[in-house]
């Protein structure tokens, strides 16, 4: 988190607390490998009506609006997808080969088939239907941090990144933000790469390079094309997005590893700055993003 | 839209978010495309009495009805993106921002990475 501007000294420890109360939030409300989270809770539910509070019914929202919008290539059902295919635990508790099983792969059931009733606070999913926000929620506690470190803090600006989903709230510094566009977020941000500029909104970065694991010598990823039920086998390793917030940016990101070859289209009828690494390292940009200082034009 | 109406619209976001976590703070909640009722009271993800643009409303027949509304495209940064000037700046952080003023001229030294990530207990 970086903050701008006079924010007083209880600014920095305000915004710390807030960011954490907020995460803390997410995680309970939306995490698919905690037993006591309300998504959990949604997941066992078998088709019942089930109770949600209001975090887990936005980030439904957010994950509902995502699937609409990028015409269902983000669909929070893909988490039994993603289960069989052996993303069934915290990653950092995934084996790095798992046994060889057999895969039924199907396509997931789709967001359409969730039923949200936010005026009783419930939630139905079809037995056998299991969601994962993985998607969205973290991209819109970006959002969420960002707007309440800043509120927190009375900072000017605040710039919020979680594990790569940047948003920021507020004045930026002259200039802009300064970010460093990697594969891997954990990347040091003075570390070699191409550096953009942003001023409002988010970026967000979706990969199909560092959240990898095998089934049977089967290299698996976590992003699922819901046409298939299986990692998403596009053009792409890598694709950066700027947007209005991150919750947008990762979407749509998301969206473009999915499309594949028709991502770069896609994203430039909706005027999306993007940049797309192909599986051999080739860069194609899209939707207007800059071409880097001192390369010529 | 207006300054007074987008200072409104601001210090009603702030108050959602003190409330607390919301996608309805963003704007976003709310726009869903068809959805197939089978209960009156139950909209599929679309809030009750929400005030979207509903686009068209079918009822197929007592108890399925379609309700068609708009559904906003992710829509681009209000302030574009731009490539950093060569050269490396000052890079500010929270430690040493609580009481700075704001950075007098663009930094090219960044001050977060963007990328692919592994979720982390």
Aim: aromatic share 4%.
């Amino acid at each position: 988190m970086v903050l701008t501007g006079r924010s007083g000294p209880a600014g920095r420890p305000a915004a710390r607390r807030a960011v954490e109360e907020l995460l803390a939030q997410v995680d309970r409300a939306c995490s698919r490998f905690r037993e006591d989270s309300d998504l959990s809770a949604l997941n066992r539910a078998d088709g019942r009506w089930t109770a949600a509070g209001p975090v887990l019914l936005d980030a439904l929202d957010a994950a509902l609006w995502a699937a609409a919008a990028t015409g269902g290539a983000v669909d929070p059902t893909v988490g039994r997808a993603l289960r069989v295919a052996g993303y069934d635990r915290d990653f950092g508790a995934l084996g790095a080969d798992g046994a060889l099983v057999a895969l039924r792969l199907e396509p997931v059931p789709g967001w359409v088939t969730v039923e949200l009733d936010r005026r009783r606070g419930r939630v139905r999913l079809a037995a056998g239907v299991e969601l994962d926000l993985g998607a969205t929620a973290k991209a819109l506690a970006a959002d969420l941090a960002a707007a309440g470190a800043r509120t927190a803090s009375a900072a000017a600006g605040v710039l919020v990144s979680l594990g790569g989903d940047i948003a920021v709230s507020g004045r930026p510094p002259a200039g802009g933000w300064p970010v460093l566009v990697a594969e891997d977020c954990d990347e040091p941000p003075e570390g070699e790469g191409e550096v953009v500029l942003i001023a409002t909104g988010g970026l967000a970065t979706s990969s199909t390079r560092v959240r990898r694991w095998a089934r049977g010598g089967l290299e698996q990823h976590h992003i699922i094309d819901p046409a298939t039920g299986a990692p998403a086998r596009g053009p792409w390793r890598s694709v950066t997005v700027a947007a209005a917030s991150c919750l947008e940016a990762n979407a749509a990101a998301t969206a473009a590893i999915v499309k594949g070859a028709e991502a770069p289209a896609w994203l430039d009828e909706r005027a999306l700055p993007a940049r797309l690494v192909a599986e051999d390292g080739t860069v194609v940009t899209a939707g207007g993003w800059p071409r880097p200082a001192g390369m010529p034009a | 839209m207006s300054q007074q109406a987008r200072k409104e619209q601001e210090a009603a976001v702030v108050r959602r978010l003190t409330a607390g976590a919301g996608a309805a703070a963003l704007g976003l909640a709310g726009y869903f495309t068809a959805a197939a009722v089978t209960a009156v009271p139950v909209a599929l993800g679309a809030p009750a009495g929400s005030d979207q643009p509903v686009v068209g409303m079918e009822q197929i027949d007592d108890h399925v009805f379609v309700r068609t509304v708009h559904v906003p495209a992710p829509r681009p940064p209000a302030g574009g993106v731009r490539a950093a000037p060569a050269g490396a700046g000052p890079t500010t952080t929270i430690a040493q921002s609580v009481a700075a003023a704001p950075a007098p001229a663009p930094t090219a030294r960044p001050v977060a990475t963007t990328g692919g990530s592994v979720p982390r207990k």
